[in-house]
């Protein structure tokens, strides 16, 4: 069974600094892709970046990178120089034949 | 190019009541998605359709929820008759298919209050 489990309900970081969102997944699944998505208060879930279990470099988008660690199975969010646009909830998510979301973490970044 | 379509953005419901959702996906996606999303939760699955064939509809209620697509593109999503306990998101979204790297892109949602 796939199982995806994000430990941190809520986190804050001040503006400008980096902060790291955990993910950790379960699957028998030797094929995967992992995602991290982020939900605005207006509900809309955007696409951020995404990683396949295959792929030997983490995963980097402008500010978001995907701390991707096969063995320890986490998949974890790094986001530097942070900005007050970025708090938000944040999903982690894997993909095998469907899409499974974690609890998400909300973030909040500080002034 | 205009992403996933929802509708209504809002709706409020007696309970008993009859609702219906509406999806049209990114143009040339086949795979389509019907999710869940409570207060604080994660979107939970309910609906998968490859084409206009569901293939994975383990989650869904059948006893009072509903979906179809019957050309493969658009999609609706019915609950009848809806209960107090359906107040929630309910998000489409679709995907080019099913492959593990294609990213799965959502509309914003239509928002189920049912008093």
């Known amino acids: 069974a796939q199982k995806i489990t994000q430990t941190q309900p809520g986190m804050f970081v001040q503006e400008k600094e980096a902060v790291t969102l955990d993910c950790t997944y379960d699957?028998?699944?030797?094929?995967?892709?992992l995602f991290w998505y982020k939900q605005p208060s207006s509900g809309e879930m955007i696409f951020l970046i995404y990683q396949g279990s295959y792929d030997e470099q983490n995963a980097t988008e402008g500010r978001y990178s995907l701390n991707f660690q096969k063995a320890r199975k986490s998949a974890n969010l790094v986001i530097s120089a942070s900005q007050l646009g970025d708090s938000a909830m944040y999903f982690c998510a894997m993909r095998t034949r469907d899409m499974r979301f974690g609890a998400g973490t909300r973030l909040t970044v500080k002034p | 190019e205009a992403g996933v379509v929802q509708s209504p953005r809002y709706k409020i419901i007696e309970k008993k009541q009859p609702v219906a959702f509406w999806c049209n996906p990114i143009?040339?996606?086949?795979?389509l998605y019907w999710y869940l999303q409570n207060l604080g939760q994660g979107p939970e699955l309910l609906i998968r359709y490859e084409n206009e064939e569901a293939v994975d509809d383990s989650q869904l209620p059948k006893d009072r929820f509903s979906a179809e697509r019957l050309k493969g593109v658009d999609s609706t999503l019915k609950i009848q008759p809806a209960e107090l306990g359906d107040s929630a998101v309910y998000l489409c979204?679709?995907?080019?298919?099913?492959?593990?790297?294609?990213?799965?892109?959502f509309g914003e949602g239509s928002w189920l209050t049912v008093v």
């Open positions: 143009s040339g996606h086949n795979t």
């Open positions: 699957t028998s699944d030797q094929s995967y892709g």
């Open positions: 979204a679709s995907s080019a298919d099913r492959g593990l790297g294609n990213t799965i892109y």
